[in-house]
């Protein structure tokens, strides 16, 4: 079966850094985009960041400069560099497998990320 196990969250303060990690089996990972979301307490889901099975990423604007993505095939894990971090990072993080054919999204449990002042 499928699992995405997600670590690496925890509490900071404004303006420091955390590398979240996400380790994947089951799957082929080289079928899959791997993505990153986040859910804020009383907000929806939303993408962080995603990497395509060929190296192509994208990125929410708000994390733009601060985050990356990137993914190691052989280990089949996903991290999410964040930098710069500020309270509106805020958020459960959520690591997403999104598999093209056919098309299926499996999720991890999801890691807590508090940003303090």
């Known amino acids: 079966q499928v699992q995405l196990v997600e670590s690496g969250g925890g509490l900071v303060q404004a303006g420091d850094s955390l590398r979240l990690s996400c380790a994947a089996s089951g799957l082929t990972f080289s079928s899959c985009a791997m993505g990153w979301f986040r859910q804020a307490p009383g907000k929806q889901r939303e993408l962080v960041a995603s990497i395509s099975s060929g190296g192509s990423t994208t990125y929410a604007d708000s994390v733009k400069g601060r985050f990356t993505i990137s993914s190691d095939s052989a280990k089949k894990t996903v991290y999410l560099q964040m930098n710069s971090l500020r309270l509106e990072d805020t958020a459960v993080y959520y690591c997403?497998?999104?598999?093209?054919?056919?098309?299926?999204?499996?999720w991890g449990q999801g890691t807590q990320v508090t940003v303090s002042s």
């Open positions: 997403n497998a999104h598999r093209v054919l056919p098309p299926r999204d499996y």
